[in-house]
């Protein structure tokens, strides 16, 4: 079973900062990530996937990928007070269902 | 709306009744997976299913807990005799290839 780890927070930030959110996971050959973002008493909606090295922009939102390192992010420009939510970091478990991190809640403040 | 359906949102039992869980996938995706959430807590697997075949259900408990995905109609987890730890969002998701969509989730209340 992978195993991925994330900061539970809560991360605050002022509106209008950029937000930062960490992801480690355990094992070398994963290929793929993905971000959900969560609000309270909702489902996870995917926001960005990443594959490769390197970093993907999807207008205010831009996820990192380092394989060497394990690691990636996600970060939030312009952070708004509607960002305020948790993220969920998730990485397939040699197979198709997701392992997911445990989230980190992101709280923008006016 | 082609998005994931679950169905009923919101499902209370009495211990020890049964609870069913509807999931219809998103048009065109034959890939379903059940997660559970604890109150408070993170999302945990429990079962991947395509049409008519269990792929994985390494994270479902043995006991009381059973999935279908039958060749026609929603995919169906079951839950015989709840119990008050039972009580959590079961969610639904559906793929076609790696990015899995949730549906809005069943909110289980044990009483």
């Known amino acids: 079973q992978k195993e991925v780890e994330q900061n539970s927070g809560p991360l605050s930030v002022p509106e209008g900062a950029i937000a930062s959110l960490n992801c480690t996971y355990s094992d070398r050959v994963s290929q793929s990530f993905f971000w959900y973002r969560q609000y309270s008493g909702k489902s996870p909606e995917l926001i960005m996937s990443i594959y490769s090295n390197g970093d993907k922009e999807d207008g205010r939102f831009t996820a990192q990928l380092n394989k060497a390192s394990q690691y990636v992010s996600l970060l939030i420009r312009d952070s708004q007070p509607s960002d305020s939510a948790t993220y969920l970091c998730a990485v397939p478990n040699y197979g198709q269902n997701f392992v997911f991190g445990p989230g980190t809640r992101l709280s923008v403040l006016p | 709306n082609a998005g994931v359906m679950q169905n009923p949102r919101h499902l209370v039992r009495r211990r020890g009744q049964e609870a069913r869980l509807r999931c219809s996938p998103m048009?065109?995706?034959?890939?379903v997976y059940w997660y559970r959430q604890l109150p408070e807590e993170g999302l945990k697997f429990m079962v991947y299913?395509?049409?008519?075949?269990?792929?994985?259900e390494s994270g479902m408990p043995k006991e009381r807990f059973s999935a279908e995905f039958p060749k026609e109609g929603p995919s169906i987890l079951r839950i015989q005799q709840v119990v008050r730890g039972d009580s959590a969002a079961y969610f639904c998701a559906s793929s076609e290839t790696e990015e899995q969509y949730f549906g809005p989730g069943t909110r289980l209340t044990v009483t």
């Open positions: 299913l395509q049409k008519e075949n269990i792929i994985d």
């Open positions: 048009k065109g995706h034959s890939h």
